[in-house]
């Protein structure tokens, strides 16, 4: 059964660096997405993205954050400038239809 | 603000019994609610998608919605120590270009042996 991966699986950076998290949606999917999850918290919406541009993103994708489909299977997300409240679980996900299939998670520690 | 609300438990029930979670949520405008399993540490995976009133039956899982009412309940039949789990419930709004998903906080179930 196709799967959405991710990696790293876990992601350690200082405060002030660069991160780009990666993803390969499921294959024949259009929509791909990004979530985060705080310790203890909800998941939360980052941003949609659809046919090559950006379709919704919420109040936390300010100008930190930006993502990219560099190539016909991948999906990055980068934050740049990462601050200590970045560190959380960052989901990806993608959808043929109604649903959303999310991947394993990149588990990101600012320090 | 559109939000969805969901008892934080832990419920716990015996193995082998029905465990009923429910949901609620804010805004009439919505268009298509999911239950998704999360393991401590783990991703969400998607359980059920249910887009209309009434139920829905996969297995030992069924979906209700009452849009009427604004509330969405998944029931566990044959409840097994491996359902122990969070249980997300999580809500897509209409004139939603992006087809974002709200989640609520979850609910902790526990089903003990």
């Known amino acids: 059964e196709p799967e959405v991966t991710q990696t790293p699986s876990h992601q350690v950076t200082q405060m002030g660096q660069e991160v780009i998290l990666r993803c390969v949606p499921i294959?024949?999917?259009?929509?791909f997405y990004w979530y985060r999850q705080i310790l203890g918290q909800k998941v939360e919406f980052l941003v949609s993205f659809y046919n090559n541009e950006i379709s919704e993103k919420s109040e936390i994708f300010d100008d930190q954050f930006s993502v990219e489909r560099p190539d016909g299977s991948n999906f990055t997300l980068k934050i740049r400038s990462t601050k200590l409240e970045d560190s959380a679980m960052y989901f990806c996900a993608s959808r043929a239809r109604g649903e959303q299939y999310f991947g394993p998670g990149t588990r990101l520690t600012v320090t | 603000q559109k939000e969805v609300e969901q008892n934080s438990g832990p419920l716990s029930v015996p193995e082998g019994a029905i465990a009923s979670l429910n949901c609620t949520y804010s805004d009439r405008g919505s268009q298509s609610f999911f239950w998704y399993r999360q393991y401590s540490g783990k991703s969400p995976e998607l359980i059920m998608s249910?887009?209309?009133?009434g139920d829905k039956e996969d297995g030992r899982f069924t979906a209700q919605l009452n849009k009427a009412s604004q509330y969405v309940s998944l029931l566990i039949r044959d409840s097994q120590p491996s359902d122990s789990a969070t249980y997300l419930c999580a809500v897509n709004w209409e004139n939603n270009a992006g087809n974002m998903l709200t989640f609520g906080g979850g609910t902790r179930l526990m089903v003990k042996p």
């Open positions: 294959s024949n999917h259009l929509y």
């Open positions: 249910i887009y209309s009133n």
